[in-house]
């Protein structure tokens, strides 16, 4: 496939723009935008050739989770079995920001979750991931922009650079500064730390243990 590369102000993207990806990823494609956390491949979670078109994009394994992107707490309603207190407090005091939440999932192809049946959640604070989410009116895939094993791309050319030909489409919104995302699991009766970036662990624990 040939990738196409739009310049975009990250903090005001045009209509356009969020017009153009929002109709790629209706269309099964796979697309990279900037967000708070380096720059992300978006896809359709309930198209399985766009799951998969994700998984060869990136080079990486089938059992491996997917992330997903929300657009608000509602959306996060829709998309799990159930949700209990310590969801609730993690997100508001973290959202939106850099903490992905695991909870159990429901309404999503399995293979989503690495056949897991756990989903791991998001809602970022990016302008250009809200705005795509709100035009598609559902949640997106959302996973590091690079090849798996490799470092996250931090700008729209090193992502143009490494997955030309892997991707449809790549918002350029310059250089992302912000450091990744955390990620919680919080299905099993104690919750546990899955990787620490922007949010620490002692925060968490002060969120959780101190309610």
């Not at 998001?122 to 250009?128: E, F, K």
């Amino acid at each position: 496939m040939a990738t196409d590369l739009i310049e975009i102000d990250p903090e005001q993207p045009s209509e356009e723009a969020v017009e153009r990806a929002a109709l790629a990823v209706r269309r099964g494609k796979v697309v990279a935008i900037p967000t708070d956390a380096l720059y992300t491949l978006i896809a359709d979670p309930f198209n399985l050739r766009a799951v998969s078109q994700v998984f060869r994009a990136k080079g990486r394994e089938t059992d491996r989770s997917l992330p997903i992107l929300v657009g608000d707490l509602m959306m996060v309603e829709e998309l799990t079995r159930e949700i209990s207190n310590r969801f609730y407090l993690l997100a508001r005091r973290f959202w939106p920001g850099p903490l992905t939440i695991i909870l159990p999932a429901a309404k999503v192809p399995l293979k989503v979750t690495g056949n897991t049946g756990r989903l791991a959640v998001r809602q970022s604070p990016s302008h250009v991931a809200l705005a795509i989410i709100a035009r598609l009116g559902q949640p997106v895939i959302s996973t590091s922009a690079n090849i798996s094993g490799h470092p996250t791309c931090d700008s729209g050319i090193s992502v143009f650079g490494t997955m030309d030909g892997r991707v449809d489409l790549v918002l350029d919104g310059g250089v992302c500064t912000g450091e990744g995302a955390s990620t919680v699991d919080i299905t099993e009766p104690y919750w546990r730390m899955i990787k620490e970036g922007a949010i620490k662990e002692k925060d968490i624990a002060e969120c959780l243990e101190g309610s």
